[in-house]
């Protein structure tokens, strides 16, 4: 049996730390303290006992107050539609609708800006994509510049230049079912521009394939890449006077293949010719980085 | 640009949810009525959507939603009593003896005196024993300072026995306690 202990100003001090206690606030030390005097005193003990006897009924009896089973599914519809509502139409006070208003032409500003960039960046990618196109027309369609039996290979490696030479293979194999007819250094009426240029034969028609050098220019990522990206490749699609035309980025140049096949026979194609293209550029790059510049501009 | 991802949703209810009972019980606690309780339940869900951008991961999710629980509950108090709060508070603490706790209490008697404690006491009681919060998260979820955590938790725990022993012995058990103690057959 305890020892009744009748310090009273230890069981008051007891008393008053009882709830810090309960709350696990205590410092470990006075803990200490308060638990050698619970040992000797009776009274402060069954006081405890009887605090924490309360404290367990609360807990245990909210413990068995479940919430409504059908609360979690409502909340969870009204976060949806929460969600997906603007955030303007959510009770607000004046202010925060004129703040809403400022922020809104400020976003109308940017949005603004942003469309202008991109339909500037639409316009880039559309004139670069009409090079190919124009030159497809100029020079196999309208100058029928290709003879009706194809060149031999050793003649059109000669017309390629040494650097150029190295594509011809390329060409040869990705176009499956076309025949090389030529392939030539080209150069455009009134503008220092050239391009290589292989004029193909295959499903009855004929289509173009063309490098030309795009001096640090590069077509947009992102959205504008119309035609799907295939391996480090990205396709640009687009149909201009009557030809699809599929436009990629090979080493320093803009590729294109042209004709009037369709967008989708013209972008498979030039996905199978685009990555032989590059391979065929980086092999030969280190050594013809000089001559490709006095070939494609001072030539 | 105006919504939230679904990911965004995703992520909060993944964070949020797991609170609802506790939340749920603690508002019935303070409104005293289910669907009030339910309709603050859900206000307090939508209000922390939209400020989950400002909860920090890994902090502590379930101490967030009770500071949005209380100050929304104490905002629509405010708006329908247009009174402060101090003024509904009981005289202080007195030294009067404390009854003895009944040795087997039931919920509905201890729900039943908990509901007659008075809101200021009632919500530190529910956050301190119920939902075991520490004092510091307390003072914060209700605006207070500590020391009026601590006292209001200190006398809000008296006043919860005194209930207590009130509706124990209109259920009887008062007496019930008594017989065994003086060794009478139950």
Redesign the interface.
Known sequence: MNVLNFDSRQCDRTRRQMDAYLSNELLVETTDDMLRHLEDCEGCSSELESRMRIREALQGAAARQPAPEELGENIHQRLKKAQSRPYWTARAPAWTLALAGVALIAIAAIAGQQWMRMERAREMVASVLQLGVSDHLHCAIRGHNYPDVANPPEVLRKKLGPQYARLLPAVETKLPGFQVLEAHICSVPGSPRKYVHFITRGEGTILSVILTRRDGESLPAGRFVTGGSFGNVNLYEKQLEGMSVAGFEVGGYFGFVVSNLGQHDTNQLAEGLAPALQTALNAGASRAATSVYVTLFQG | ????S?A??EG??AAA?PH??AL??TA??LVRN?AEA?DL??DV??EA??SFHRFQPGTNCKAWLFSILFHRFHHLRRRMLKSSLEETLPDQDSMAA?P??P?E?K??E??AA?DKVPLAFREV??M???E?F??KEIAGALKLPLGTV?SR??RG?KL??EE?SEVAKSYGIGNRTQHAAEGEPA
């Open positions: 640009m105006f919504s939230k679904t965004g949703l909060f209810e949810m609802l009972t749920y019980r019935k606690f289910p339910e339940v859900q869900y939508l959507l939209k404390e003895p706790a040795q209490i919920d509905e201890i729900l908990l009681v529910v301190a024993d119920i075991e520490s004092y601590m938790l200190s725990r919860l026995r207590l």
